[in-house]
């Protein structure tokens, strides 16, 4: 069974500054299907950024981006010029290839404040 | 319709009865997905349609919860005999298909006293 670590229950950035938020997971599948999700107070997740596992580019969503280190099973998110609206739980999550286990394995979350 | 629609947004009930928890999934969307998240929790996942296959339940507690999806449309999360520990906040999500990106509802928190 694959899962997912995010080692850094809390984090804190000033506004306008640039933080990275980690992830790790561990799987026996070559490709697979790694995302960030937003979860404002709202309570809804919304999709950050989907990253495809045999793509080597990193992807990037405007101020997002992500680190992708296959070898090392490393999935870091950057928030570029951090913004209030960013102020969020971010959650990691794995979604495997293989058809009848398509469900998200969760990471526990990182609480991002942003400090004005 | 434009999202993921979930109701009721907040449910309180007393502890034994039933409760039934509604998703509408954005039109079209083939995969249907039920997460659960206690208070400060990350995701539990809990039972998963796709299409005409047969629902992944691997991820239900216990037998008191069950889900049907209708027409391959509409789900309801039924739990019966409600606990406390069962409060949390329900999350429905769907996919347009295999390997698709899934989009979550706003969820249904749920409080058993």
């Known amino acids: 069974a694959q899962t997912v670590t995010q080692s850094q229950p809390e984090m804190s950035v000033q506004e306008a500054e640039t933080v990275t938020l980690s992830c790790t997971y561990d799987?026996?599948?070559?490709?697979?299907?790694l995302f960030w999700y937003k979860q404002p107070p709202s309570r809804q997740m919304i999709l950050v950024i989907r990253?495809?596992?045999?793509?080597?580019q990193n992807a990037t969503e405007n101020r997002f981006s992500v680190n992708f280190q296959k070898a090392a099973k490393s999935f870091s998110l950057k928030i570029s010029d951090s913004q209030l609206g960013d102020a969020a739980m971010y959650f990691c999550?794995?979604?495997?290839?293989?058809?009848?286990?398509?469900?998200?394995?969760f990471g526990t979350g990182t609480r991002l404040t942003i400090i004005p | 319709g434009a999202g993921v629609s979930q109701s009721p947004s907040n449910k309180v009930t007393e502890k034994g009865k039933d409760v039934e928890l509604r998703c509408d999934p954005i039109?079209?969307?083939?995969?249907l997905y039920w997460y659960r998240q206690s208070l400060g929790q990350g995701l539990e996942f809990l039972i998963y349609?796709?299409?005409?296959?047969?629902?992944?339940k691997s991820g239900l507690p216990s037998d008191r919860f069950s889900a049907e999806r209708t027409g391959g449309s509409v789900s309801t999360l039924t739990i019966q005999r409600t606990q406390q520990e069962d409060s949390a906040v329900y999350l429905c999500?769907?996919?347009?298909?295999?390997?698709?990106?899934?989009?979550f509802g706003e969820g249904s928190w749920l409080t058993v006293v």
């Open positions: 999500a769907s996919s347009l298909d295999f390997g698709n990106t899934i989009y």
């Open positions: 799987t026996s599948e070559s490709d697979y299907y």
């Open positions: 990253q495809e596992a045999y793509k080597q």
């Open positions: 999550a794995y979604r495997s290839p293989n058809f009848g286990n398509e469900k998200l394995t």
């Open positions: 039109s079209g969307h083939t995969a």
């Open positions: 349609f796709q299409g005409n296959s047969a629902p992944d």
